[in-house]
């Protein structure tokens, strides 16, 4: 498959151009995305936007190329504010608790990210599509919204000084917006964050004090 020089690499993938109707997500490790391109494809048929997959086979995931900034880089160039960005999100997670469980028939379950954030929330001309479903399982809303908090907390905490700045301004934000219970779930959060491979040290080690600063919201 011929494509072009990356479009950007992620902690564990790179996402190269094919046309300019495609784009291909390689993963590095050694993992099958067939379970990633199933819970995407379950979610296109509730109405949740994600990219339409095209091909999907041992590393390699083929998707509709969607034109626009992430959430992220809109919010750094001040293209999007804070407000509107907790909404994005908050949003995006109010959607997703209207999608039943996948692989479970507990009604109270649904499908989670489980790595919601701005750089995951890409700003397409139809609408925030969101993207990086590696990590999505069935499971409790809250958990997800919790895990949300923990990683926008953790680039609070950081030592980069502009996204620290609008984390600090949009975890408060976010947790206004998405409503729930999030802090009841946020020990779970931390424990599943802290096994996550991809992690620095540096990052694992500020665990506590990001897991402080959502407690810390009311």
Do not use: C, K
């Amino acid at each position: 498959m011929s494509f072009s020089v990356p479009l950007g690499s992620g902690r564990d993938a790179d996402v190269f151009a094919i046309d300019a109707e495609r784009v291909l997500r390689r993963y590095r490790g050694d993992m099958d995305v067939a379970a990633e391109a199933a819970v995407m494809a379950y979610l296109a048929e509730h109405g949740f936007p994600v990219p339409a997959v095209y091909h999907a086979a041992g590393t390699d995931l083929v998707m509709r190329r969607v034109p626009g900034p992430t959430l992220l880089t809109a919010l750094l160039t001040t293209e999007v504010d804070v407000s509107s960005a907790a909404g994005v999100l908050a949003d995006l997670h109010h959607r997703l608790r209207r999608v039943p469980a996948r692989t479970s028939r507990d009604p109270a379950l649904r499908v989670l990210h489980m790595d919601l954030h701005p750089g995951n929330v890409l700003l397409g001309p139809d609408g925030p599509v969101l993207i990086d479903w590696r990590n999505s399982a069935d499971g409790a809303p809250d958990l997800d919204a919790a895990m949300t908090a923990l990683i926008l907390a953790q680039a609070a905490v950081g030592d980069e000084h502009d996204l620290l700045v609008t984390a600090r301004a949009l975890l408060p934000a976010f947790l206004d917006a998405v409503g729930g219970e999030p802090q009841r779930e946020l020990a779970r959060a931390v424990a599943l964050r802290g096994a996550d491979a991809n992690l620095t040290h540096r990052e694992v080690i500020a665990l506590p004090r990001a897991e402080e600063l959502v407690r810390g919201h009311r």
